[in-house]
């Protein structure tokens, strides 16, 4: 067991995570359909794509790589690929984030150097929260980092993750996201 959600009167939260989080597997059937169609409307590639999240000043050049080879693996149906490769590119941009706005994305170690922050901490800075909505960002640490959710994140980096977790409804959450 990794979390509980406990008697509603006590943890609200803890059932707010949890609706949401099977609110969104009921919808994924509308996500699949309406990103079929964006693709097959605007002819899109993974290049496309791509270009399209330039457009932001948190994407890195050095990173576009990463995003091309898994939108790619995603467009040929390679789940496996794309979500290994995607999910640690959205944490990346949510530090890229941070760092832009001046918030610090390190902690100190205790053998004196520096761990990056989680994923978790940023997106509770009001500073992140402001910037994307806190509806953003409980939308972010439901998919990828909270035990009560579909904690993908913490599930794949960790290699926790079952093979069946790797599917086209998990993958369009990813690129959804990003």
């Known amino acids: 067991m990794i979390a509980t959600v406990g008697p509603l009167n006590d943890d609200l939260e803890g ?21 079929n169609a964006l693709i097959e409307k ?4 993974a290049k496309t794509v791509v270009e399209y999240f330039y457009s ?18 995603y467009l040929n149906n390679d789940f496996i690929t794309a979500i290994h490769i ?9 530090r890229n984030l941070a ?7 390190l902690n100190q170690s205790h053998l004196n150097g520096f761990n990056y922050r989680s994923l978790s901490s940023l997106l509770e800075e009001e500073s992140i929260k ?5 509806d953003v960002c409980n939308y972010l640490k439901i998919l ?18 079952k093979i069946d ?3 086209r409804m998990v993958t369009n959450k990813i690129l959804i996201l990003l």
Not at 99 to 105: A, L, Q, Y
């Open 56 to 73: 932001s000043p948190i994407f890195e050049e050095k990173r576009k790589i990463f995003l091309i080879k898994g939108i790619e693996a």
């Open 165 to 167: 977790d790797f599917n």
């Open 86 to 94: 995607l999910i640690p590119q959205i944490e990346a941009l949510i």
């Open 42 to 45: 605007f002819n899109l590639n």
């Open 144 to 161: 990828l980092s909270d035990p009560r959710g579909w904690n993908l994140r913490n599930k794949v980096c960790h290699g926790i993750s």
């Open 130 to 134: 402001n910037i994307l909505s806190e």
């Open 99 to 105: 760092e832009k706005m001046e918030i610090p994305v």
């Open 15 to 35: 059932h707010v995570v949890f609706r949401i989080s099977q609110d969104m597997q009921v919808l994924s059937f509308l996500l699949r359909k309406t990103i």
